[in-house]
């Protein structure tokens, strides 16, 4: 079993970047692939990023190809999601998951969830 937390949200204005980091417990992070999600109050959870154990693969969603970047640090246990040119419509609560063996696109998929970590986007 693994336990996530998550850190970094804040409030931005357009343009600018936020980098959020997700902290994982125990000793067999390198065994699961991570993810990124992120949801707005009365909608469902949307895929942003995801990264395979090794962090030698990364998908990302349309919405964010080329402006978010996944990574992840075995040594420390953690997975980062770096934003840059954030827009208002970024704005979101996100949340990092974990799911053993490979990389998957949808919530459903997942095993172990963070609490979310709110970023607030202003135009």
């Known amino acids: 079993q693994v336990q996530l937390v998550e850190s970094g949200g804040g409030l931005v204005q357009a343009g600018g970047s936020l980098r959020l980091s997700c902290a994982a417990s125990g000793r067999t992070f390198s065994s699961y692939a991570m993810g990124w999600f992120r949801q707005a109050p009365g909608k469902e959870r949307e895929f942003v990023a995801t990264?395979?154990?090794?962090?030698?693969?990364?998908y990302y969603a349309d919405s964010v190809k080329g402006r978010f970047t996944i990574s992840r640090d075995n040594d420390k246990n953690t997975v980062y999601l770096q934003m840059n040119s954030l827009k208002p419509e970024d704005t979101n609560t996100y949340y990092c998951a974990a799911r053993r063996l490979a990389v998957r696109t949808s919530a459903h998929e997942y095993d172990y969830w963070g609490q979310g970590t709110q970023v607030t986007v202003s135009s």
């Open positions: 990264i395979s154990k090794s962090g030698g693969s990364t």
